[in-house]
């Protein structure tokens, strides 16, 4: 149980268009999905975390005009690029929480396979 | 500045053989700290969990040991097999918010 996915797995565009991504819970409710970039060789930085329902919370220097962000439903998440650069080229993580015992987050998260983005 | 440090370097070891990964931190004081794989091109994958008040845990041949006072964790992979060949990214937990370490890639050599 407890699986993410992850849509597209890669994807090349365009400079200057915006690209959607989408992250499901497949057999469990979210409460809340993170969304995560990472530069190769480099950590995970957490950009922004949703709660279904919600506006999307965002990390310090991520801009929330750029990266939109969408929890529609409690399994169903999606990172829009807009009007993406080069140096948007990154590979983007989501990944799920399904809540603790008493409710609100736990401190488990699952993890989708991650989307390749180039921006040529 | 808070900081996460792995092993900067990558580790090779000979099959059979512990393979053991430092996960130091500073400027953090993390309820919890977990240790995930990471394949190329994929998600990490959860491996274990301890928390704060816990010295040690185990899992099949994984070890893990957390020192708040040191501040450091230590990731034992015992009797290495090469598909045990991966990242290994630590992550310290504060509430729900994760904050990763760059990783540090282990080969195991058949």
């Known amino acids: 149980g407890a699986v993410v996915s992850q849509h597209p797995s890669r994807v090349i565009c365009k400079s200057g268009t915006s690209v959607k991504i989408e992250c499901r819970s497949l057999?469990?409710?979210?409460?809340?999905m993170f969304w995560y970039r990472q530069f190769p060789k480099q950590s995970l930085m957490l950009m922004a975390t949703s709660n279904e329902g919600s506006k999307a919370t965002y990390e310090q220097g991520v801009e929330k005009d750029k990266f939109l962000i969408n929890h529609a439903s409690l399994t169903l998440s999606t990172l829009t690029v807009t009007s993406a650069h080069p140096e948007d080229s990154s590979f983007y993580i989501c990944s799920a929480d399904r809540g603790g015992t008493s409710g609100g987050a736990s401190d488990e998260q699952f993890f989708g396979p991650g989307t390749r983005l180039t921006v040529l | 500045s808070q900081k996460i440090e792995q092993n900067s370097e990558a580790l090779n070891i000979q099959e059979g053989k512990t393979a053991t990964l430092t996960c130091n931190y500073t400027n953090y004081s993390p309820a919890y700290l977990q240790w995930y794989r990471q394949d190329p091109g994929r998600g990490p994958v959860f491996l274990l969990l301890?928390?704060?008040?816990?010295k040690e845990k185990r899992k099949e041949r994984l070890k893990v040991t957390f020192d708040t006072t040191l501040k450091q964790s230590l990731f034992h992979i015992t009797a290495s097999q090469p598909a045990d060949s991966a990242t290994y990214l630590c992550?310290?937990?504060?509430?729900?918010?994760?904050?990763f370490g760059a990783g540090t890639t282990v080969t195991v050599r058949a």
């Open positions: 301890i928390r704060e008040n816990e």
């Open positions: 057999d469990f409710q979210a409460t809340t």
């Open positions: 992550a310290l937990g504060d509430d729900y918010k994760l904050s």
